[in-house]
């Protein structure tokens, strides 16, 4: 059970949620620091258990006609285990919510608890029977991003940071490669999602248009960082690499989209490497601004 928790939370992509939120918190500042902790820790490690977790539970006919699951990409959740999963994966992050949302509650942060359950409701709402919102196209594209972007925002607001429009400019941009990810993901998944019934924006336009609407969000989300402040603008060069990944795949078909795995494959380890990019600009930024502000 623990392997399966551990498969079903997808530990390659724990930082992709717990960053975001530590470099808001952080670099606003004035936050405690074991409530810098508590929250990176919630959203490193609860926090995609709860998301995947769900996911793995309600797609299981899915996966077992899906070749990448039962590894990095994700676990086939079956039999008994669906509701050790489900249960975990429901129960592990109300300690840290409660915690969290109680120390807001407590200073009147209102705004930070309601920014703490739309990223909750996202999470759920994305895979959970009766919402499915993965299945209802270009807002599955939209909910996925939400589950990384709303990390950083929650973070923002939590430590009363000051809303400028660059500060839109880069969540904006960050909400674009969220939704470009998700999109790109669900092509290498068209004939899987098919034969199990399952719908996303892939299975509605197809393989190939989904690439290249992939493809001009990367694009989007570039262009944005160029409104934002200095050393930011350099952060456009960082959606270059994804636009390359995704483009290599602009010929694929309904037939062909398995292929696309390759690119998902790269674009794992992609996200490290990109991310130690954003790590110096962030902390080129702090040193322009003389500190966390």
Sequence with gaps: ?????FQASRPVSWINTAFPFAAAAILTGGLPTWLVVLGTVFFLVPYNLAMYGINDVFDYESDLRNPRKGGVEGAVVGGESRRAVLLWSCLLPLPFVAVLAGW???????DAVAVLAVSLFAVVAYSWAGLRFKERPFL???TSATHFVSPAVYGLVLAGATFTPALWALLAGFFLWGMASQM????????????????SVATVLGARPTV??????YAGAGLLMLGTEWPGPLAALLAVP??????RF????????GEANRGWRLFLPLNYGVGFGVTMLLIAWAFA?????
């Design 1 to 5: 059970m623990i392997r399966t928790l």
């Design 104 to 110: 807001s509650i407590a200073r009147g942060q209102w």
């Design 140 to 142: 599955d594209a939209a």
């Design 184 to 199: 790109f993901g669900a092509v290498q998944d068209v004939v899987p999602d098919r034969e199990g019934g399952l719908a």
């Design 212 to 217: 290249w609407l992939a493809a001009a969000l």
């Design 242 to 247: 994804y636009l390359l990944n995704t483009l």
């Design 250 to 257: 602009r010929g694929v078909t309904d037939a062909t989209s």
């Design 289 to 293: 601004r003389g500190g966390a502000a």
